[in-house]
Structures are given as structure tokens and as C-alpha cells.
Nanobody, 123 residues
Framework: EVQLVESGGGLAQAGGSLRLSCATS????????IGWFRQAPGKEREGVTY????????YYADSVKGRFTMSSDIAKKTVYLQMNNLKPEDTAVYYC????????????????WGQGAQVTVSS
């Protein structure tokens, strides 16, 4: 059974930092594309960052470039999202997702999703 468990969300002030973790199990970690998405109230889910394990490349949405960093620990089968210089517009529920044919920052191709972690940034 595939499981994705996010942790590390919470409340931060503008300019502050938070780190999210996504512990995974139940699939061959290195075979899957892994992404972080977020969804703010009343808005569609949007891609934040994507890790292509086949090319070992990471892609970021323009809105988070230079502020957010995605990393992975293959041994722990865990991915992280370090979020620095947070802005109030970063407030959302953040999800990690994986898919065998996932590619990029759109939801298509992602087969499994975590339960989400709330991130709230105050001004």
C-alpha cells in the first residue's frame, strides 16, 4: 500500500521559514516522479516543485523560485520542502504526490497523494 505522510506545517511570519517532510512507503521510490502541490482556499491546486528521478532534475514554479528548495533522501524514502522568505500568499494546504508517469507541475500523472499539511503565513 502506497503511503505518503506529510509533516512540518504550521504558522510562520512573513519572511520566516518552514520545512515540510513527506515520508513515503509502499512503492519503489526511485521509479516515481515526486511533486509538491498546494491549494489555497477557493483556488485550484497548483504545482510548487517537481523531482524527476530519472533525470535527477528539480523544477520550481516561478512563484517559489529562489525561496523554496526540494530535496530527497533516498535511503529514508523521504522528500523535503524547505520554504524560506515565506509570504502570506504562500498560505495553503501543501501536498506531496507521486506518480509512475508524473511529469511536471500539473496534477496529471500523479497517482497518490498525501493528506496535506497546513501552512499559514501571517503578515
Amino acid at each position: 500500500e502506497v503511503q505518503l505522510v506529510e509533516s512540518g506545517g504550521g504558522l510562520a511570519q512573513a519572511g520566516g521559514s518552514l520545512r515540510l517532510s513527506c515520508a513515503t512507503s509502499g512503492f519503489t521510490f526511485v521509479d516515481y516522479g515526486i511533486g509538491w502541490f498546494r491549494q489555497a482556499p477557493g483556488k485550484e491546486r497548483e504545482g510548487v516543485t517537481y523531482l524527476s528521478q530519472s533525470s535527477d532534475s528539480i523544477y520550481y514554479a516561478d512563484s517559489v523560485k529562489g525561496r523554496f528548495t526540494m530535496s530527497s533522501d533516498i535511503a529514508k524514502k523521504t522528500v523535503y520542502l524547505q520554504m524560506n522568505n515565506l509570504k502570506p500568499e504562500d498560505t495553503a494546504v501543501y501536498y506531496c504526490a507521486v506518480g509512475l508517469f508524473a511529469y511536471g507541475l500539473t496534477v496529471e500523472g500523479y497517482d497518490y497523494w498525501g493528506q496535506g499539511a497546513q501552512v499559514t503565513v501571517s503578515s
